[in-house]
């Protein structure tokens, strides 16, 4: 039997909700009896604005109440940026479809009323605002004479939270500001020996239940599978490292000449040290290329650094005597 009605899961926000839009679109073009409606679901991450990411955790942040909807059937899929996509996946649901890539690449989005409009111009002591401690990590690396402002939000409140300050600039994923039609506001891509984006940053991952044929069927025409392979890679190196929004994790995967490459690296809070590499190899294997190059991150100093990281977040996480 056909499916006649979609029910969408999504986040409230005007990010979510363009990403959502543009799926169901895409899905009634091909599709045209479909029925399709988009349920607002509100998440953790959604309710928690007066906190940095890293300190309420980070699994599921953005999905565990779209995730539980959908196992209890009251939606039929769910749209997510990928990079907000655990690498565990509660038992009973996959993901069924993977987008194809937008660039990947952060931005600096300098002040209106500041002179200067790109990294590298920044005076000392500049004042940047990001909510992201994998973009603080690479930032400090680069200029540790900077100083850090966390910053959480949609991107039309960071916008008039930059206006209104005095800082110098804010750092986004080039993805969402594209998306939102902000592109006007980015005064400069930062390159990936500057930055390197967060695990499957740019791509929309498609959320079902296991074995749901009737849904399957139709989102199979919106996978996109070199851009599934890249990720694969990056969420492979992720699941191995346990990382998430806590640690400092940068990694891109893209097709060269023929072969896989993956670039990533691991970093402590404060910038100061910074492990990165690189791994090429053949398209087919960017799963097992991802793990390997993980295993080679951590034995050169990486896994010290994440031990660090995780024993000081669970210090501070424990309760007061």
Known sequence: M??????????GSELALWQSNHIKSKLSVLFPQLEIELRIIKTLGDKILDSPLSKIGDKGLFTKEIERALLDREIDLAVHSLKDI?????????IGAI?????VRDVFIAHPKKSH????????????????????????HQRPDVEIIDIR?????????????????????????KRLGWEKSITEVLP??????????GALGIEIREKDGRVEKPIRKLHHESTALCVNGERALLRYLEGGCQVPIGTYGRIENGKFRLDAIIGSLDGKRLVR?????????????????????LARGGKEILDEIRQTSSSEQQPEA
């Not at 655990?86 to 996959?94: E, M, R, S, W």
């Not at 590499?277 to 991150?297: P, V």
């Open 2 to 11: 056909a499916v006649e009605r979609l029910i969408i899961g999504t986040r």
């Open 86 to 94: 655990p690498t565990q996946i509660p038992k009973g649901l996959t």
């Open 99 to 103: 987008t194809e890539r937008e660039d």
């Open 117 to 140: 409009k790109s990294f590298s111009d920044l005076p000392q002591r500049a004042t940047i605002a990001t909510g992201s401690l994998r973009r603080k990590c690479q930032l400090l």
């Open 153 to 177: 939000g949609n991107l039309n409140t960071r916008m008039q939270k930059l206006e209104q300050s005095d800082w110098d600039g804010m750092l986004l994923a080039k993805a969402g500001v």
């Open 192 to 201: 990936y020996e500057v930055m390197l984006p967060a695990v499957g940053q």
């Open 277 to 297: 590499g690189h791994i090429i190899g053949n398209q087919s294997d960017s799963e097992k290329l991802g793990i390997q190059l993980a295993e080679q991150l």
